[in-house]
């Protein structure tokens, strides 16, 4: 494990937030990026940026150019990019990516695959 160095993003540059106070069961279909601080139950389909909030909790299989866990995530996670989980961080589930990053601290229980970004 490593220490993460994400791109630290403002609430301003999300298309859409999902706050603490919302519960949604469904498909999630996005291309901007999209902020979850609430949770998510379901499934994830992305082609934009998807961060996952300290305090979020997201059970459901997710899709997408780039993930950032810093919140609960059970689900298989595969991106285009990479894949970072912070200190903060829990993923169970397996992870699919060119680039995973793992900060130390953060709960990791699964498999981890990297693939070259034209696989």
Do not use: W
Not at 55 to 61: D, G, I, L, P, R
């Amino acid at each position: 494990m490593t220490d993460v160095y994400n791109d630290f993003m403002e609430d301003n540059e999300f298309d859409t937030i999902l706050s603490s106070d919302i519960d949604f069961s469904g498909t999630l279909h996005f291309d901007k990026p999209f902020l979850i601080r609430g949770k998510v139950f379901g499934e994830i389909n992305a082609t934009g940026i998807l961060v996952i909030d300290e305090n979020a909790v997201v059970n459901a299989n997710i899709h997408a150019q780039r993930v950032l866990i810093r919140g609960q995530v059970k689900g298989d996670v595969t991106a285009a990019e990479k894949v970072e989980v912070t200190v903060t961080g829990k993923l169970s589930g397996n992870v699919t990516a060119p680039e995973i990053f793992m900060e130390t601290g953060c709960i990791f229980n699964g498999r981890c695959t990297m693939i070259g970004k034209n696989s």
